[in-house]
T-cell receptor
Framework: DAGVIQSPRHEVTEMGQEVTLRCKPI?????LFWYRQTMMRGLELLIY????????DSGMPEDRFSAKMPNASFSTLKIQPSEPRDSAVYFC?????????????FGNGTRLTVT | GNSVTQMEGPVTLSEEAFLTINCTYT??????LFWYVQYPGEGLQLLLK?????DKGSNKGFEATYRKETTSFHLEKGSVQVSDSAVYFC???????????FGGGTRLMVKP
């Protein structure tokens, strides 16, 4: 079990640039979540997918953010254009259906810095 | 809606001290309750869980009991170690079970 894999681990970009974060969930997991963590706001759920279909994107802060899951083994979170206030650690997490017996598995995150 | 409230940190303890991190929740129905731990530079990982009232979750010397009458799920450990230094998150899953609602996290610092 390789765990949830996120790339890159660190991303530094300039304001206005497009940023793409990537996630590979654990094989067999049918739920995928994107979270953002900051000191000020803590852990925020941005969007989650079930069987590759977006279920709830109410946490996506604005239209600059978009997420896709083209297949069961890959998801992206894109920010275009990026702004300094987007600086945060972005986590991807996955789990198998049946929450009580299936914990949420997190990747190690992507630390995004927008200058 | 659902919400989780944790004690503010940081909590600073000496090695072998007793730990309590308070967690209270607001939820409809009968949620499942969780504690997650985040070590520096890593994602969150499940520490323990409880699925119904009066259940006690335990792992690695940590314990928490699901108290429905006080809507609480306090985390305890009898003797902390330096390696327990991390951020601890209390969370609940609602009736639908699809999403977790997290508390704000409590940073624990254990000094030798």
């Amino acid at each position: 079990d390789a765990g949830v894999i996120q790339s890159p681990r660190h991303e530094v970009t300039e304001m206005g640039q497009e940023v793409t974060l990537r996630c590979k969930p654990i094989s067999g997991h049918d739920y995928l979540f994107w979270y953002r963590q900051t000191m000020m706001r803590g852990l925020e759920l941005l969007i989650y997918f079930n069987n590759n279909v977006p279920i709830d994107d109410s946490g996506m802060p604005e239209d600059r953010f978009s997420a896709k899951m083209p297949n069961a083994s890959f998801s992206t979170l894109k920010i275009q254009p990026s702004e300094p206030r987007d600086s945060a650690v972005y986590f991807c997490a996955s789990r198998r259906t049946g929450f009580v017996n299936s914990p949420l598995h997190f990747g190690n995150g992507t630390r995004l810095t927008v200058t | 809606g659902n919400s989780v409230t944790q004690m503010e940190g940081p909590v600073t303890l000496s090695e072998e001290a007793f730990l309590t991190i308070n967690c209270t929740y607001t939820a409809t129905g009968y949620p499942s309750l969780f504690w997650y731990v985040q070590y520096p530079g890593e994602g969150l990982q499940l520490l323990l869980k409880a699925t119904k009232a009066d259940d006690k979750g335990s792992n690695k010397g940590f314990e928490a009991t699901y108290r429905k009458e006080t809507t609480s799920f306090h985390l305890e450990k009898g003797s902390v170690q330096v390696s327990d230094s991390a951020v601890y998150f209390c969370a609940l899953s609602g009736h639908a079970g699809n999403m977790l609602t997290f508390g704000g996290g409590t940073r624990l610092m254990v000094k030798p």
